[in-house]
């Protein structure tokens, strides 16, 4: 297939990873350095993604934009290339409700482009096998078929423009729902003087579960960007009228983590645990 | 050691185990089953256990009293044995939270009895090395030496009272917590019709997720009292400053179970997520 142009908004460890895999695939991709931190240029660069300056350059070049940033960011994102007057294809590949990213279509369609709804589960596709890309609305084949052969496996999702959204907001859920959920739990065992008895008792009966419990230490310098994510999560609960209640409380943990987000080192559960029972209800 | 009386209150399926365990032990057990159910009436019989007749007269002869009920019965229940005027050994072994634990045993001392928190971990100990006692308080070596031999593994925690509670809170938490976020997941799945693609995707990133969203159906019969015990564990938390809106919505989607009480067979998923689908924010 002809090579393509892409715009990469923007070069976080996700969208690095993917811009990597449509490299190796002959496309080329192109990023906007202005106002990006020195990590983004060292990962843009390593990735063999160009460098066209500013965001309106990027996108004027551009068949494909591909939307890869923190939840809270993809409304504004969204806005600013429409405002390039950009006329190609979108991919919103962000972990946002289903009605956030039915938002987002509007803005794009509005300005005469094309959009297409994307969920990506799993880690940067850095290797073969562990990263999917869900896809759906009308030129989701043609977006798939941008990845054949990478590190990232795109496939078609049946359903409007929500359904890959939707799957990852479920997924997600339990990820991170979850995660969240153990932690707090922790917490409160440590506030009440049986964190020991509990894991003792999960010894006998859970063995998997202190491992799990534990798995937020390594996964807090993230918690900075699962607060919105929760947010949209919760949002796509209470859309269905499902209580939002579960990520609600998940947001208010994650919330007490963001300051782990250049931690030099993995803290330890204590630090924690202390963070989550400081932190909450300020 | 001595033969002990103790009133067991009440036969539940969790309670009728507790008191076949403690028959078998040489104790004497009673029970009152003046307004209890029939299905009561063949658990005790079958346990065992003797009828008193009355709260009233079980309390009397009894040199220990066993809370054993739905969480939301746990305050009046103390509340009828200190109108008694009992003076023995009163143990709390249901699931409420730490504040609640205190509260009963205030009612229980304020009588002159003496007071001992307790904690279930486990299913009704019908057989062997499933079900954990823990007890704290000062006669709390005393009641587990009440079991020994049985198959309730009756251990002491150490700690105030409240300790036994919270190690309970704790461990349900995760349980009973994890068990409503998965059903409300796999709801919100169908609501955007996207179910078969999270078992799809579960299947090769969380292969056991899919059978643990399903344990919802068998253990739908038990949701009626498990809305109460989230309550509990959501005050739980909130005493500790922490969030308690998992559990609240984990309430919320075992309020939507409750028809499944009396159920005559395991309902199926779709059941379920319908129940939820349509229960939740009447």
């Not at 994102?77 to 289903?98: K, M, Q, R, S, T």
């Not at 956030?100 to 297409?116: P, Q, S």
């Not at 947010?231 to 782990?260: K, M, V, W």
Request: with cysteine.
């Amino acid at each position: 297939m002809p090579q393509k142009i892409i715009a990469l908004l923007h070069p976080g460890e996700m969208g690095a990873a993917l811009g990597a895999c449509l490299v190796g695939c002959g496309h080329r991709v192109l990023w906007a350095s202005e106002g990006r931190s020195a990590a983004s240029l060292t990962r843009a660069a390593a990735a063999g993604i160009e460098d066209a300056g500013s965001l309106a350059r990027a996108v004027d070049a551009a068949d494909l934009v591909l939307s890869v940033c923190p939840p809270h960011g993809a409304l504004d994102l969204a806005e600013e290339v429409a405002a390039c007057g950009f006329d190609g294809l979108y991919l919103d590949a962000n972990a946002i409700a289903p009605d956030t990213t039915r938002e987002v279509g509007a803005i794009i369609t509005a300005a005469k482009a094309r959009f297409v709804d994307g969920g990506i589960i799993g880690p940067p596709p850095v290797k073969a096998g562990v990263t999917r890309l869900y896809l759906c609305g009308a030129q989701a084949k043609e977006v798939a078929e941008l990845f054949a052969g990478s590190h990232t496996d795109a496939s078609v999702l049946a359903g409007p423009i929500g359904a890959a959204s939707a799957l990852k907001v479920c997924y997600a859920a339990w990820n991170k729902g979850s995660i969240a959920l153990l932690a707090t739990i922790r917490t409160l065992a440590q506030i009440e003087g049986v964190d020991a008895a509990l894991l003792a008792e999960w010894a006998v009966s859970q063995p998997d579960l202190a491992r799990r419990s534990e798995s937020i230490t390594t996964q807090s310098r993230k918690a900075w960007r699962w607060i919105a994510e929760m947010d949209e999560i919760a949002a796509s609960f209470e859309a269905a009228d499902l209580p939002p209640g579960f990520h609600q409380a998940a947001g208010e943990i994650y919330r007490c983590l963001d300051t782990f987000k250049d931690a030099a080192a993995t803290p330890s559960m204590e630090a924690i645990t202390r963070s989550i029972g400081r932190g909450v209800r300020k």
